[in-house]
């Protein structure tokens, strides 16, 4: 049942590469599912690199299969049109590496962020 459900993702992905979809294959208890989806995810960022959400699943990915240091790597792909969840992803990959201060900063840039999207929505005064 693994197998057909990664080949039915990895379709799927291909057909219309949603993050979630890459995400749901990359965790799925397959044979070469994580590899599948780096491929097939490492294709699509060929043709669209500013597709910032798929990096920043790729990176959610990286960082829970404990690839802290590639998982950083992504989101400097990202740049400065970064969304929060950039930030948030920088912070737990610099907690696992043991950088502390650089997890601070970027906790301090997501949490400006955050506030930045809430007063824009007129949310907040």
Known sequence: KTKEARDVLERAFKHRPEPFLYERLASLDAPEAFERAEMAAAETLE?????????????RVLLSRGMSSKALEELEKIGSEAGLEKFVVEAAAHHELGKTARAGEAIRRATERG???VHRRGVID
């Open 115 to 117: 506030i930045k999207a």
């Open 47 to 59: 043709h669209n690199p500013h597709n910032h959400a798929l990096r920043a699943a790729r990176a």
